[in-house]
């Protein structure tokens, strides 16, 4: 993972439980809407094979990574598949220090101060707060309150519409997951509902920059 490439357009899309048969029309309509950065989830079944497939599609034109590694027996599939980096829904104390130590950039996930804290002395690139949703943007701020120096990445509730919101109150990153890669859009074969969402976020991320 090119860390400061992420940091030009930090957007992080979340697949999960998503089929094979969906996972070629799915990485061009990704790619299709501008979105540089993915993660497969290690609880989705075959996340191994898709994320060594989904590689194979993108073809260079996207950084993907492992999501939900809970264990060192979920890493180490992971990265044979070839995930670049590795998201965690909490600190895996031994999955931070393998990932430190091999220089995989790696997202511990928190969501009280003290949890937060604790995942940012792992020294990852940024701490993923989750769930976002239930406490807000304004969470965010307060958390940068004290802890100015702690990145955040927002997960879970950040739309098109509140992404500015979550900048202005100490965000640095955003996930992106079910609410863009609906079910029933892939069931339909909708791709380019995908696509057009994907740009939505997009567009209101350049926005802040302004």
Known sequence: MDVQAFRQLPLLGILRDISPEHLCPLIEAICAGG?????????????????????????????????????????????????????????????????????????????TPQEIFTAWQTN????????????????????KGPFNAIELLACGGVTPDNLADYARCGAGAYALGKSVFKKEWLQAGEFGKISDLIKQYIIAYKNTQK
Do not use: W
Not at 46 to 69: F, M
Not at 72 to 90: C, E, H, Y
Not at 124 to 143: N, R
């Open 35 to 111: 979105l540089k950065t993915i993660e497969i989830t290690m609880n989705t079944s075959g996340a191994p094979e898709l994320i060594h497939k989904a590689g194979q599609l993108a073809n260079g034109r996207l950084t993907i990574g492992a999501g939900t590694v809970l264990n060192m027996d979920m890493l180490r599939p992971a990265l044979q598949a070839g995930a670049s980096f590795i998201v965690m829904p909490t600190v895996v104390d031994d999955v931070a220090v393998f990932c430190l130590e091999n220089k995989i950039p790696f997202f511990p996930g928190a969501l």
């Open 124 to 143: 990852p690139v940024m701490v993923k707060v989750f769930p976002a949703k239930f406490f807000g943007p304004e969470y965010f701020k307060e958390i």
